[in-house]
């Protein structure tokens, strides 16, 4: 699984599979410190491959996460 660090005072980490479509999203609560493992993280269900796409490319991670994401897919805390 290819983990991706992001710059982001949100959002620590974040893995796509394109073949479950799953987003996985590590929140890291404002500190750039964290590890992935110490992060809270979410998986996001049925996320097509242009979301994750345009998430990568967005300004603000956490911002694109709240408007796009998370109030339009199923998730699950893990």
Do not use: P, W
């Not at 660090?5 to 796509?16: A, D, R, T």
């Not at 345009?54 to 998370?70: F, R």
């Amino acid at each position: 699984m290819e983990i991706i660090k992001v710059e982001s005072s949100n959002v620590g980490y974040i893995h796509y599979c394109k073949d479950s479509k799953r987003l996985t999203v590590a929140f890291n609560d404002g500190d750039s410190g964290f590890e992935f493992e110490d992060c809270r993280t979410y998986v996001y269900y049925e996320v097509e491959e242009e979301v994750f796409e345009e998430l990568c490319a967005s300004e603000s991670k956490g911002s694109y996460i709240c408007a796009e994401i998370a109030y339009q897919y199923k998730y699950e805390l893990i």
